[in-house]
């Protein structure tokens, strides 16, 4: 069955780094769009970037310039690159797997249908 499976999350000051891990497994991970969502409490769940097969890319308003979102289909893994982390970045950050009606990269929640369980990120001031 299909498996996503985020590591790398962690608790970093104001202006530190992260790279966040979305291992996947079950179908043909070439063949999918993916992105990376994250929520904060209380809050809804956004899209935060977007690789389409192509490795075309898709990013919030808010990330960009910030955050990479990055695939290696060769390890069937997806990546995040979170670099001048502000406190409003804290959130569990997740991976999905997007149907396979879309092949460019979307931000948009309803586009995806498979989840992680998601990665703690908390950002200090």
């Known amino acids: 069955q299909v498996q996503l499976v985020e590591s790398g999350g962690g608790s970093v000051q104001s202006g530190g780094s992260l790279k966040l891990s979305c291992a996947v497994s079950?179908?043909?991970?070439?063949?999918?769009?993916m992105g990376w969502f994250r929520q904060a409490p209380g809050k809804e769940r956004e899209g935060v970037a977007a690789i389409g097969r192509d490795g075309s890319t898709s990013y919030a308003d808010s990330v960009k310039g910030r955050f990479t979102i990055s695939r290696d289909n060769t390890k069937n893994t997806l990546y995040l690159q979170v670099n001048s982390l502000r406190p409003e970045d804290t959130a569990i950050y997740y991976c999905a797997r997007a149907s396979g009606v879309i092949s460019e990269p979307d931000l948009g929640r309803d586009w995806y249908n498979y989840w992680g369980q998601g990665t703690q990120v908390t950002v200090s001031s």
């Open positions: 079950g179908y043909t991970y070439s063949s999918y769009c």
